[in-house]
């Protein structure tokens, strides 16, 4: 099994907003999601701590994910009630909920919180050699709703929040994001000056273009694409196209390939188009075209989303659990990578990045 790294699971908002017990093995979880029909994927779940350790997963970001911003955008298509909050209180109570999650799990020793550099180093020498079992979680947040202001970022630090994408689906207080476009609002620009004086860690993921170019421009610190895949590929303005992908390359950025059908391949309608036919060669196809733009395997990696609101009904049809991801390992090897190249892919590349992240002491 391939040690990987994952930068992006919602594991706390699937416990705190979907009822689900992550420690539970897979079958487990979705026999006690039978006949559940709240959202399309109760039974369909690929993510579980034990599957993650099946996985080879060892370390990954985990997100705190809550949005309320203005209240136009709730009334879109993408609105859901286990997300927005029309009170920004509401978005901010929903990130310390999920907070609590993985202080609990850690609590319970499936989980580790790594929030300096020296925790990073200990836990990367213990998986190194075997001798610890627990995953390795650095706290991300997926849209800045919950920080309140800025100034609050301070606060969100100390609580160990390391790294920072400001917007989800819809305008957040703070930028910009998938489905809508416009710049980075004056608290947007105000808090990536604070994440930066923090060495924080910026998220480019679901930032609308307009967003994204400014952040390019303002950001000066650690930069990366969690959970992101190719517009030329498939065309949707949540892809990254290749100009953006270029300045991630020259920024040390590493772009993480999902696993979500419909930005794997063309033509895909949620809720309609079934997977079969798609495979997990095309988040090779991915992968692949990240590390041809630069001309190495530099800047290419996984961050499979596989618990973002979907499950198997909307992934390759040969990934039924996390741990399918090892399969990438062997796609890779058939395209002629080298094995330093996927190791890159794997877990040098986001190791690289979030220690950079990381505060040396607390
Ligand atoms: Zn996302």
Request: glycine share 8%.
């Amino acid at each position: 099994m391939r040690p990987l790294v994952d930068a992006h699971l919602d594991l706390a908002w699937n416990a705190a907003a979907h009822d689900r017990d992550l420690c539970l093995s897979l079958s487990e979880m979705n026999a006690a999601e039978e006949g559940m029909t709240d959202v399309s994927y109760r039974e369909h779940a690929t993510v579980t701590f034990p599957e993650m350790r099946e996985a080879g997963i060892f370390l990954c970001l985990g997100t705190l994910l809550a949005r309320s911003g203005p209240a136009l955008s709730r009334k879109l298509a993408y609105s859901r009630t286990d997300l927005d909050y029309t009170t920004r209180i509401g978005s901010y109570a929903a990130g310390y909920a999920q907070l609590a999650c993985y202080r609990w799990w850690e609590q319970q020793g499936e989980i580790r919180l790594i929030l300096t550099q020296q925790d990073f180093d200990k836990h990367v020498a213990e998986c190194a050699k075997k001798s610890c079992h627990k995953i390795g979680i650095i706290l991300s947040m997926e849209g800045a709703d919950p920080i309140l202001n800025p100034d609050q970022l301070e606060e969100w630090h100390q609580q160990g929040l390391r790294a920072i994408g400001p917007a989800h689906y819809g305008h957040s207080h703070y930028a910009g994001g998938t489905a809508v476009d416009g710049p980075l609002t004056a608290d947007g620009r105000g808090l990536l000056k604070q994440m930066d004086r923090l060495k924080m860690g910026l998220d480019v993921t679901h930032l609308c273009d307009r967003s994204m170019e400014e952040a390019f421009e303002l950001f000066g610190g650690t930069i990366w694409a969690s959970h992101h895949n190719s517009r030329t590929l498939v065309p949707n303005d949540r892809q990254l196209s290749d100009d953006q992908i270029q300045k991630l390359i020259h920024r040390d950025g590493v772009i993480g390939t999902a696993c979500d059908a419909w930005m794997l391949r063309s033509g895909w309608t949620i809720g309609k188009t079934t997977p079969e036919g798609l495979t997990l060669d095309s988040m090779i196809d991915h992968i692949d075209h990240v590390c041809q733009m630069a001309g190495n395997a530099d800047h290419a990696a996984i961050g499979s989303d596989l618990d973002g609101g979907f499950g198997t009904e909307q992934t390759p049809s040969d990934l039924k659990s996390i741990k399918d991801l090892q399969r990438v390992s062997e796609l890779l090897d058939q395209r002629g990578y080298k094995e330093s190249d996927i190791e890159q892919i794997f877990s040098g590349n986001w190791l690289r990045l979030f220690r950079k992240v990381l505060p040396n002491a607390l």
